[in-house]
């Protein structure tokens, strides 16, 4: 019964402003057909967005825009789409094609996450996040997530990203994985993704626990990133973490 304060994205983020859990800036939500139309105006002159499905999972449905090349769009993959295929994509994802159970969804247009300079070498078209595993409101473990080429800029393991696990006391990256085997560096920079220590560790411990309180949940995976301008924030939270 408790599922949907965390499957609805738009739904945590009314949760998050009552608790003071930052989150990134929403931009306009789209909740019919009619409104995808007016996309243009919508976004604006903006460079740089994000577009996801409300109730989206595993990374599906998520369309980063890191610029524009006159009238069309740069996704941070490299690909360039036009505001057709754009609209495209937001009426597909309105349609339930990426939403748990295949349901008829909203979109999320909001803020881009700044990559902080700790990070820099360690991701590759994409920002990495912190997952943290929340057990009976305490953090039991976490892992430190890196967008690779192969999973396209996005932070989930099955889609080919690395990943390192997070000491809890210390904030410091152990051990590595990717695509099922064991690393110490990152495939494609060939950065080490182990001894990282992590910036604003208490913080980002501190709002796990808070979302883990308000949505009293017994099980929870937290995912927040570090933005270079606002620090931690709160991406979204999981019922069923892998």
């Not at 953090?139 to 932070?155: E, F, I, N, Q």
């Not at 993704?193 to 604003?200: A, H, L, N």
Request: proline fraction near 5%.
């Amino acid at each position: 019964r408790l599922y949907g304060l965390v499957d609805d994205k738009i739904i945590t983020k009314s949760l998050c402003a009552e608790i003071a859990v930052p989150v990134p800036q929403t931009y306009a939500v789209i909740n019919r057909f009619g409104a995808f139309k007016a996309l243009a105006a919508t976004i604006g002159q903006r460079e740089e967005f994000v577009v996801k499905p409300a109730r989206g999972s595993a990374g599906r449905g998520i369309l980063i825009i890191v610029g524009r090349d006159g009238g069309n769009f740069r996704t941070a993959n490299g690909d360039t789409i036009r505001l057709d295929d754009l609209q495209y994509h937001v009426s597909t994802t309105l349609s339930g094609l990426y939403s748990l159970g295949g349901r008829p969804d909203r979109v999320l247009v909001e803020e881009r996450i700044v990559l902080h300079s700790a990070f820099e070498n360690l991701a590759v078209g994409g920002t990495p996040d912190v997952r943290i595993i929340v057990f009976r409101g305490e953090p039991a473990m976490a892992m430190l997530r890196l967008p690779t080429k192969a999973s396209r800029g996005r932070a989930n393991l099955h889609q080919g990203a690395a990943a390192a696990g997070i000491d809890l006391d210390s904030g410091k990256t152990f051990g590595g994985l990717c695509c099922n085997r064991a690393t110490t560096f990152h495939p494609d920079t060939g950065a080490a993704i182990d001894g990282v220590s992590i910036p604003c560790w208490s913080r980002m411990l501190e709002i796990a626990g808070s979302i883990s309180r308000a949505v009293k949940m017994g099980y929870l995976g937290v995912d927040i990133v570090l933005d270079d301008n606002h620090g931690p924030l709160l991406l979204e939270a999981n019922a069923r973490p892998g």
